[in-house]
């Protein structure tokens, strides 16, 4: 309980007095998360939108490997992307590795089967009930997929939302291919389990509720934005 | 302008999952007035629609509009029995079509307007379309359809749900059309409606033609002993 009341008081003390690493930690790890959501959401809602409205071979297996992969565990996406920006590696040319942008590569590949798998769920279900419609009105395949993407949008907000709540708090990969470097590659995640391991249990648990704060406050952001609980729009 | 008819259909079929849903059919329509077709609940009037309209796929036959297929179909529109909203505002619902062919939006704009005050709707552009009444939301799916001045219009019992307030103010639309040269091809259970609407009848059962002639000779002296069980109200199975 002690410990608690000590995370408590040290979030407060870090938020009054607006602590400079903290504010670098909070800042990179929504650059990283914000920016890994955007790429993440424009390949998986095209991708969810695609698999809705198109008949072809192989479609229900895909649709299946992509459920199977919502649950890619992220230390082995970290190590793969490691394998593959490691100066070893076929794109270690480009000195990615321990940066932001490895990073990111690694959030976007785990967020992409989530937010496709769940925006499908809702692009299918409204494709069956404007199937018949836009069939009768003679759209090309890519205005049909225009069509399900912009008139699902808030539910496509919740994929994308579901997104960001894995992006913000994973901690697996992004230790592996960012390296947790100080003034770097250090996020809220990577920054608790390191305090952790420090036994630095009341900084950790800071941390902790900041991240919490954070994801609290920028889905309400979200919704607020796009005027989610708008009357009949919801 | 391209002319679609006359409309040859020649053993045309469709099926689902193994099961022959209509056909096979031959018919020859021309290019004006109102085609009403008939028949008994699981007749085939709906999969005959489509499979005219080619939202069904033939599987055996032959369909051919007097224009290449591609242009025949950008030049017909289709009302559903059930009206499928966009989930957009009643403004929107009606520029859609418009819009998805390239008018610009001021334009569609305009005439999704002039064509709310057609149909009585101005008053409710703003509304989400999912929000309206049934026949408010046919009234707009009608629009809707008529919005991009189709050759030919398939209406799928398109009253069958309305009272007769909002069946009354669909069949002047369909009316009004009609006068101004679209033709009309509807299914529906109304005969009072066939007969005020009908320029010609198709009687279907078990997905087999078994009229087509003009309406005042169906309504008045039907062929075959099904037509004319059914126009007298018996079950027809």
Known sequence: MGDLWAGLSEAVRLLVTLDGDLVQITLRSLQVTLSALVIGSAIALPLAAFLAVRRFRFRRGVIAVLNALMGLPPVVVGLIVYMLLSRSGPFGVLGLLFTPTAMIIAQVIIIVPLIASIAHQSLRDLWSEYHDLLISMNVTQAQKMRTLLWDARRALLTASLAGFGRAIGEVGAIMIVGGNIDNATRVLTTAIALETGKGDFALALGLGIILIALAITVNLAIHWLSRTEAEGRW | ?237
């Open chain 2, 1 to 237: 302008m391209v002319n679609l008819f006359p409309l040859t259909v020649r053993s045309a079929q469709t099926s689902r999952r193994g099961k022959l849903l209509v056909g096979p059919v031959n018919l020859d329509l021309g290019g004006a007035g109102a085609t009403v077709v008939m028949g008994p609940n699981g007749s085939g009037k709906t999969s005959l629609l489509r499979l005219l309209h080619g939202a069904a796929r033939l599987t055996g036959g032959a369909i051919e509009w007097a224009c290449a297929e591609e242009e025949a179909r950008s030049r017909q529109g289709f009302v559903f029995q059930r009206p499928v909203m966009l989930r957009r505002t009643v403004l929107d619902n009606l520029m859609y079509p418009l819009r998805m062919r390239g008018t610009a939006r001021s334009d569609a704009q305009t005439l999704a307007e002039e064509w709310a005050h057609r149909v009585g709707l101005n008053p409710m552009l703003a509304r989400m379309a999912t929000n309206l009444s049934g026949g408010e939301q046919q009234k707009l799916a009608l629009a809707r359809a008529m919005i991009t001045q189709p050759q030919v219009l398939f209406l799928d019992e398109p009253t069958a749900a309305l009272d007769g307030r909002a069946t009354r103010e669909v069949e002047a639309v369909l009316r009004a059309a009609r006068a101004s040269g679209t033709r009309l091809i509807l299914s529906t259970h109304d005969l009072g409606q066939a007969k005020r609407l009908a320029d010609e009848v198709i009687f279907l059962l078990h997905g087999q033609v078994q009229e087509h002639s003009d309406a005042r000779s169906f309504f008045d002296a039907p062929k075959s002993i099904e037509a004319r069980a059914f126009l007298r109200g018996d079950i027809v199975e």
